[in-house]
C-alpha cells in the first residue's frame, strides 16, 4: 500500500504523558495535513506544512500540540501532558497541488485514548 | 464562520431505493464542495467535487449557491453503498483547508 501511512494506529496512554504520532505521507505530495476527529464529529483541521513549512495551525493546536516536518517529508504531532479531552483519531492527509486537482489522501488515522 | 451542516446521522433505505443525503453550508465567499465517503474498516476518500461535475459509483450532488446546498444523491441505492459519508468545504486559502458536516451514516438494506 503506497497510500498515507500512520504510526501507530492506536495508542492508550496515562493524562499527563506525552505521545507521538508519525505520518508518512505519499511520496513526493508537499503537502501535509493533520486532521483531528472525535466521536459523532467531522475532522477537524489542525494544521498544514508545504515541504517543511508549517503554514497554518488550528486554534484547536495549543502550546501542548506541535508538529513538525523537518525534511520535507513524514511529519510527527507530538501532544505533550495529555489530557482526557485529547482522546481522539488524528488523521494525517497529504496532496500536491497540480495533481488530480490537488486531491487530499488521508490516512487510516492514529486512535488516542488518554486515561 | 465557515460551517457545513449535515442534518441526518443516520439514513436508512432499502435496495434499489432513491437516496439523497443533504448538506448545507454557510460561506462568505465561494467556497469549493466535496464529499467524502468511509467504507467500514477504510479510510477516509474523495468521493466528488462540485467542480468536477461527475457522477462517481452513480452518485451526483450540485451546488446550489441560492440554496447553500450540495445535497448528494443516488437514484437506486446498492447494498455497497453503505458507509458513513461526510460533507465538506474547502476555504479558498490557497491550499485545501477543509471544513467537515457531522457525517451521515447511509445504511441500504437487501
Known amino acids: 500500500d503506497t497510500g498515507v501511512s500512520q504510526d501507530p494506529r492506536h495508542k492508550i496512554t496515562k493524562r499527563g504523558q506525552n505521545v507521538t504520532f508519525r505520518c508518512d505521507p505519499i511520496?513526493?505530495?508537499?503537502?501535509l495535513y493533520w486532521y483531528r476527529q472525535t466521536l459523532g464529529q467531522g475532522p477537524e483541521f489542525l494544521t498544514y506544512?508545504?515541504?517543511?513549512?508549517?503554514?497554518?495551525k488550528s486554534r484547536l493546536l495549543s502550546d501542548r500540540f506541535s508538529a513538525e516536518r523537518p525534511k520535507g517529508s513524514f511529519s510527527t504531532l507530538e501532544i505533550q501532558r495529555t489530557e482526557q479531552g485529547d482522546s481522539a483519531m488524528y488523521l494525517c492527509?497529504?496532496?500536491?497541488?497540480?495533481?488530480?486537482?490537488?486531491?487530499?489522501?488521508f490516512g487510516e488515522g492514529s486512535w488516542l485514548t488518554v486515561v | 464562520a465557515q460551517r457545513v451542516t449535515q442534518p441526518e446521522k443516520l439514513l436508512s433505505v432499502f435496495k434499489g431505493a432513491p437516496v439523497e443525503l443533504k448538506c448545507n453550508y454557510s460561506?462568505?465567499?465561494?467556497?469549493?464542495l466535496f464529499w467524502y465517503v468511509q467504507y467500514s474498516r477504510q479510510r477516509l476518500q474523495l468521493l466528488l467535487r462540485?467542480?468536477s461535475r461527475e457522477s462517481i459509483k452513480g452518485f451526483t450532488a450540485d451546488l446550489n449557491k441560492g440554496e447553500t446546498s450540495f445535497h448528494l444523491k443516488k437514484p437506486f441505492a446498492q447494498e455497497e453503498d453503505s458507509a458513513m459519508y461526510y460533507c465538506?468545504?474547502?476555504?479558498?486559502?490557497?491550499?485545501?483547508?477543509?471544513?467537515f458536516g457531522t457525517g451521515t451514516r447511509l445504511l441500504v438494506s437487501p
Open positions: 511520496s513526493e505530495h508537499n503537502r
Open positions: 460561506y462568505s465567499g465561494s467556497p469549493e
Open positions: 465538506a468545504l474547502s476555504e479558498n486559502t490557497g491550499f485545501q483547508k477543509l471544513v
Open positions: 506544512f508545504q515541504n517543511e513549512a508549517q503554514l497554518e
Open positions: 492527509a497529504s496532496s500536491s497541488k497540480g495533481t488530480a486537482g490537488n486531491t487530499i489522501y
Open positions: 462540485h467542480i
